[in-house]
């Protein structure tokens, strides 16, 4: 008998690759199982510490960011002097150093540290103006109080409040203008709202409205001040945001300036 017979050809016994193997995308279906917001995800180093110095003008970013931080710390020297009401987050900062025996910045400090801890379960990553926002304002409003005195006057009192005002809005958009990361109370707020899908607005005015009552209590020092803070820093913040945000190249998802405006 002829051997063709015996044995069938070769492409029969050992069908076509393609049909042992089906294609990867058939082999392999798609995960309907994955997490909400899996795909969306960045990697870990878009948005980590290090991720906004990835996006240039660090020689104009970082000047800016520690002038901001050493002017706020001088803005809330000159409202604690002027004696007129404080900020919320400095009313509860005052409250703390009326009833402990450390100075006031050094009550700074020890706040945004505890509040840092707050955004492990947030999941908020600090920059590195944020490590710089927790550990040098305090500084800076210990060294300005130390040779800045108390003013008797009225008028006097009245200027060094509406001067703090003021500054205080001029290192706040400078800081957060140079998009280095959030203060600590600040990345709070913002972390609050992403996770609870609540207003900037109203996520806000609770946080600072929960540290006002706390810090009056203690002790901290409520007046015409904290009205005039309330009612002015938001839209100054607003209009000096746009001249002092440092624009960057494409790179890691940055925290909105716009979104952020209290706090240290």
Do not use: C, K
């Not at 009192?157 to 959030?182: C, D, K």
């Not at 790179?251 to 952020?260: A, V």
Request: glycine share 12%; hydrophobic share 45%; net charge positive.
């Amino acid at each position: 008998m002829p051997n063709d017979q015996a044995q069938p050809p070769r492409d029969q016994v050992q069908p076509p690759r393609d049909q042992v193997q089906p294609p990867r995308d058939q082999a392999q279906p798609p995960n309907d199982h994955a997490e909400p917001g899996d795909h969306d995800r960045q990697p870990r180093d878009a948005s980590g510490p290090l991720g906004a110095l990835r996006t240039g003008r660090l020689g104009r970013r970082l000047p800016q960011l520690y002038a901001g931080l050493a002017l706020y710390g001088v803005s809330m020297a000159l409202m604690i002097r002027g004696d007129l009401g404080l900020d919320p987050w400095d009313v509860f900062h005052q409250g703390l150093a009326v009833r402990m025996p450390l100075s006031f910045g050094t009550i700074v400090i020890l706040v945004s540290l505890v509040v840092l801890l707050a955004w492990i379960p947030l999941r908020q990553w600090p920059g590195l103006g944020t490590v710089s926002n927790a550990l040098l304002v305090g500084v800076a409003v210990d060294l300005t109080l130390a040779v800045l005195p108390a003013p008797d006057p009225l008028a006097a009192r009245i200027a060094f409040m509406l001067g703090g005002v003021v500054l205080n809005a001029v290192a706040t958009a400078a800081y957060i203008g140079a998009r280095l990361g959030p203060g600590p109370r600040d990345g709070l707020m913002t972390g609050l709202v992403g996770r609870t899908g609540g207003s900037v607005r109203v996520v806000r005015t609770s946080i600072e409205v929960v540290v006002l009552a706390i810090g009056w209590l203690l002790g901290g020092t409520v007046g015409v001040g904290t009205v005039v803070y309330a009612l002015g820093i938001g839209p100054l913040v607003h209009a000096l945001l746009p001249r002092l945000t440092v624009p960057t190249r494409p790179g890691p998802r940055l925290p909105e300036p716009s979104r952020i405006a209290s706090g240290p």
